[in-house]
């Protein structure tokens, strides 16, 4: 793992990012499916997420999506985005670097078993319309073609003609990894 952070120091001192190695943390907030880490720089604190890839973020090579969605939320004042610094594939590790965004959680995730719950701290009944808001923001952002963007001319652009052409290009690979969950799960029961 210590490896894995200096190959990500030295290429953020390449962008002229000077990280204090020594302020390097785990963060307390997890990520969904990648771990996070918190460290100061020059330029401010950021934020590292490391994520183990499923198939469908292979295919799909996400890694170069992030950039071009960042860049694309950079023009559009009214979405909080933090900025993307760096990302790039590692082994079987996608890495993340974005401006660090301070803020108070509004609750947390709690994993039971197979489950995954949020708790909220905050009243959601005031924070749901809000995310809804920027929901909505998102959504009115333009891009052209259908499906998993790709960079192409250094835009971001769907991939596909036409959405059935995205969801016919994906049905199989989503249902392998249904029938593969599926799978985990019924032989996780029958351990029990």
């Given at each position: 793992m210590i490896k894995k952070f200096e190959i990500i120091f030295n290429d953020l001192k390449k962008k002229d990012i000077l990280v204090l190695p020594r302020t390097l943390e785990k963060y307390k907030h997890q990520g969904w499916m990648s771990t996070v880490y918190t460290v100061k720089t020059n330029k401010g604190k950021l934020i590292i997420h490391l994520v183990k890839l499923v198939k469908e973020h292979k295919i799909n090579q996400i890694w170069d999506k992030f950039s071009g969605l960042a860049t694309i939320f950079s023009f559009h004042k009214e979405i909080p985005a933090p900025r993307i610094l760096y990302s790039r594939l590692s082994g079987?590790?996608?890495?993340?670097?974005?401006?660090?965004?301070?803020?108070?959680?509004?609750?947390?995730?709690?994993?039971?078993?197979?489950?995954?719950?949020?708790?909220?701290?905050s009243n959601r009944y005031l924070i749901i319309p809000e995310v809804l808001r920027l929901l909505a923001n998102v959504h009115k952002v333009h891009l052209n073609g259908f499906g998993w963007p790709i960079i192409q001319n250094s835009l971001l652009i769907g991939k596909h003609d036409t959405w059935k052409n995205f969801f016919d290009a994906n049905i199989f690979i989503w249902l392998e990894e249904i029938g593969r969950a599926d799978r985990r799960l019924s032989l996780d029961n029958s351990n029990k």
């Open positions: 079987e590790v996608f890495i993340l670097v974005q401006e660090f965004f301070e803020g108070r959680p509004a609750g947390k995730r709690v994993l039971r078993e197979t489950i995954i719950s949020d708790k909220w701290s």
